[in-house]
């Protein structure tokens, strides 16, 4: 069979004519390692042919995906869903059924561990893939294409004699050593890369998965945390390396769960005598050491990315983030005696920041901690976490806003904000302030334009100014896709 797995368009993703915010593009473009670990795994399997295609990359209007579909001439469609682009893979499965009524529909992700039973209630989508799908992606496309029965396949949402079944709990890959690299050649790869990192394309990695910690703002479906070795992640280095690719992003959430680790990693690279590569990962501030960082400086970590999230003592402990502000200062201050950037991630609009002056605490925080780069985001409060749960006890949303709206996703859907104390509107001025007031200090551009070693950096740097002045990138504009 022909396989076509899709990166949807996140256009319609709860935004308001008062929310300012950064887009996409502005950020960064980063690969869709979801599909692209499931192309992998179909590839290695052998017996389908697959492709990828990233509608976000591309820019591609539901109409233009479906003439991607046809000129495929696909047998299944499979579609990567997280509950804010929920209505765009609507859009696009609905349109692809229109056109392609015998294309049989595969919808996994994120959203469908959440609301199975609802994304099954839209007639378009004929099987959930519910999980981690490597090993059962396969297995599913053998049982479809011979018309086997599925029922000894993990997390597989099916129709059956009029009614819904599936056949157990989402899958799980509990050795992920064992699982094919991401088929990262089958996306134009040279085409992404990270705003805050030197302009060059970058190969991503994940060199674990799951968490273990517990924040009060996050939904995650795993919390067992898997590591892979050392071997297989420098393997998975080398062929991007093969292919050119120098500079590397270890996107997973806990890259440094210890020290040791990042040692480890770091010595391998140095055996490979990889001296030209440079690469940055997202990590804790409470797993940071001075030899881990001097090491790691040497096999050429350029970067560390570190989720703060709160600027105070007690509003980490409220966030049940198990980090402390001294050991943020501490960690930005070891990274710039080894050389390493050190980027921020901070959040607005926690249910603890009850009036204006509380933000603005954050913010003189951010600045006063000084890493290199920073991140802020107004807190949406997702399904599925304990500010949610906490909100709708106090009947700040109504407990099913969620469900209902995987039931019946509109454009006009906007995700909940916390607004007992800030509204959405002084939250998004208040978004604004953070990133000017953090990126507009003179000390900020002198660093970096010394920091400047490639016309490519420059550019990043001068699109990034262009965004927070307002030139660009001040709301999203969603009348710019067909509906």
Not at 47 to 69: A, G, K, Y
Not at 207 to 224: A, V
Request: with cysteine; charged share 25%.
């Amino acid at each position: 069979m022909r396989v076509l797995l899709m990166n949807v368009s996140d256009i319609h993703v709860g935004k308001t004519s008062d929310d300012w915010d950064l887009e996409a593009s502005d950020i960064g473009a980063f690969p869709p390692m979801g599909i692209l670990y499931l192309a992998g795994a179909v590839r290695a399997a052998g017996r389908h042919e697959v492709s990828v295609l990233d509608c976000i990359l591309d820019r591609l209007t539901p109409e233009e995906v479906v003439e991607r579909v046809k000129a495929y001439n696909a047998d299944v469609v499979g579609f990567t869903v997280y509950t804010p682009n929920l209505y765009d893979a609507l859009v696009i499965s609905r349109k692809v059924r229109q056109a392609l009524p015998g294309v049989t529909l595969v919808w996994g992700g994120p959203h469908t561990m959440l609301f199975p039973a609802e994304s099954m209630a839209h007639p378009e989508v004929d099987f959930l893939i519910t999980g981690e799908a490597e090993e059962t992606f396969p297995a599913f496309l053998d049982a479809l294409e011979s018309g086997a029965d599925m029922g000894h396949i993990p997390g597989i949402w099916l129709r059956e004699a009029g009614s819904v079944k599936n056949t157990g709990l989402p899958a799980y890959v509990q050795d992920i050593d064992a699982l094919p690299f991401p088929a990262f050649d089958m996306l134009d790869f040279k085409r992404y890369y990270s705003a805050i990192g030197t302009g060059l394309p970058v190969g991503t990695i994940c060199s674990s998965r799951g968490c273990p910690f517990h924040c009060t703002f996050c939904c995650k479906p795993y919390s067992t945390y898997r590591s892979r070795s050392v071997a297989n992640i420098l393997a998975e280095m080398e062929s991007y390396y093969a292919h050119g690719i120098r500079e590397f992003f270890f996107f997973d959430d806990l890259f440094n769960a210890t020290p040791k680790r990042v040692k480890d990693i770091a010595q391998g690279i140095l055996e490979k005598n990889w001296t030209d590569v440079v690469w940055s990962f997202r990590g804790r501030v409470d797993a940071v050491d001075e030899e881990m960082l001097s090491q790691a400086k040497k096999a050429g970590c350029r970067q560390i990315l570190f989720g703060v999230e709160d600027a105070s003592d007690a509003g980490l402990k409220a966030i049940k983030k198990k980090i402390t502000m001294d050991q943020v200062r501490r960690a930005v201050r070891l990274c710039r005696k080894f050389g390493i950037l050190s980027s921020t991630n901070w959040i607005i609009g926690f249910p603890h920041h009850k009036t204006r002056q509380d933000v603005l605490d954050l913010i003189n925080n951010a600045v006063a901690i000084d890493s290199d780069f920073a991140q802020f985001n107004i807190c949406i409060v997702y399904h599925g976490t304990e500010i949610f749960a906490e909100g709708t006890a106090k009947g700040l949303f109504d407990k099913d806003i969620w469900r209902k709206h995987a039931l019946a996703p509109a454009p006009e859907f906007i995700e909940p904000l916390w607004e007992e104390h800030l509204s959405r509107r002084e939250l998004s001025e208040l978004l604004k302030q953070c990133y000017r007031r953090f990126y507009f200090r003179p000390i900020f551009i002198l660093r970096k334009v010394l920091r400047v070693r490639r016309l490519s950096e420059l550019m990043l740097f001068a699109r990034g100014a262009l965004t927070l002045l307002g030139i660009k990138g001040k709301k999203r504009k969603k009348q710019q896709v067909a509906k």
